[in-house]
Nanobody, 118 residues
């Protein structure tokens, strides 16, 4: 079973930056889609960004142009570079992986807190 471990969360000022990292226990080429989700108090979990093993990326509308997702096969990590942070970015951020072969499987990390103060 794939294990995902997030790191890099913390406190930032509005306009600042943070980088989140998620390390997988398996080679990430075997995980078709890696993604970051977040969940803020009182809100549903939402997709922040995703990246396929071919390098195709998708971003949530609220973070496009500010965040960037990348994967490093040598380190088995998926990173999220967050710039121009806003208080609305405050949430628990979760790493997610999906294997699309039938039957599909998905994996979640434990989450890392990001807090942005104004």
């Amino acid at each position: 079973q794939v294990q995902l471990v997030e790191s890099g969360g913390g406190l930032a000022q509005a306009g600042g930056s943070l980088t989140l990292s998620c390390r997988a226990s398996e080679e990430i080429f075997s995980i078709n889609i890696l993604a970051w989700y977040r969940q803020a108090p009182g809100k549903q979990r939402e997709l922040v960004a995703s990246i396929s093993n071919s390098g195709r990326t998708n971003y949530g509308d609220s973070v496009k142009g500010r965040f960037a997702i990348s994967r490093d096969s040598a380190k088995n990590t998926v990173d999220l570079q967050m710039d121009s942070l806003e208080p609305e970015d405050t949430a628990v951020y979760y790493c997610h992986g999906r294997r699309t072969a039938y039957p599909s499987q998905e994996y979640w990390g434990q989450g890392t807190q990001v807090t942005v103060s104004s």
